[in-house]
């Protein structure tokens, strides 16, 4: 099956730092989402992107289909966004999941 | 536009015992797919259901198996629990375009907690 890795795994930041996570999957996908869960355990949907660059607020990302990688730009962070950013990918029906990047942002 | 829906929020079991888990779909949505995450890990794929039937399954015993109901809602049980199945079993909704899933909208999930 398809390996995704993320990097890194941990990353502590404080209020108003800028961010790149950074996810890599070994096969080609028609589907890569990333997600944020708060700490209530909410997966919340961030990016629907197979390819290409989008941009929502202070967030943005990008994936490289050919290079098989995605990147998730976090801009002047704020505390809320701490949590876990998850890249989640498919060449089917079925999500894999990374391992997460566990993300505390201190005021 | 209700979003996927789970119930019930949290759920002690004992070993042994069994458990079903139930998911509504976003609307507009067909296909129904299940997870669990054990804690400090990504979610597992369990199984997904479309048109009633289980349409691909992850790496998990037979103790786990579901439904789906016409309406597209959709039920997770699991036999004879062991304290390992204690987890975050998320449900998450989609549908299907040119055979593949659009994005997937997970639900807050359900936690299971075997004893």
């Known amino acids: 099956g398809i390996q995704v890795e993320q990097s890194p795994p941990d990353l502590i930041l404080q209020e108003g730092a800028n961010s790149t996570l950074r996810c890599n999957f070994s096969d080609s996908v028609n589907n890569l989402q990333w997600f944020h869960q708060n700490p209530w355990g909410q997966l919340i949907n961030l990016f629907y992107?197979?390819?290409g660059t989008k941009q929502n607020g202070r967030l943005s990302a990008t994936t490289v289909a050919t290079e098989r990688y995605s990147l998730l730009y976090i801009s002047s962070s704020q505390t809320t966004d701490s949590g876990v950013y998850f890249c989640?990918?498919?060449?089917?029906?079925?999500?894999?999941f990374g391992g997460g990047t566990r993300l505390m942002v201190k005021p | 536009d209700a979003g996927v829906t789970q119930s019930p929020t949290h759920l002690i079991k004992t070993r042994g015992q069994q458990v079903t888990l139930r998911c509504s779909p976003k609307s507009g949505h067909d296909t129904v797919s299940w997870y669990q995450q054990a804690l400090g890990q990504g979610p597992q794929f369990i199984f997904q259901y479309y048109e009633e039937e289980e349409r691909q399954r992850g790496n998990f015993p037979d103790r786990f198996s579901g439904h789906q109901f016409p309406n597209y809602s959709s039920e997770l049980n699991v036999n004879a629990l062991l304290l390992g199945d204690s987890a975050l079993y998320l449900c998450?909704?989609?549908?299907?375009?040119?055979?593949?899933?659009?994005?997937?909208?997970f639900g807050n999930g359900t936690r299971l907690t075997v004893t």
């Open positions: 989640a990918v498919s060449a089917g029906n079925m999500l894999t």
């Open positions: 998450a909704s989609s549908s299907i375009y040119r055979g593949y899933n659009s994005p997937l909208h």
């Open positions: 992107i197979p390819s």
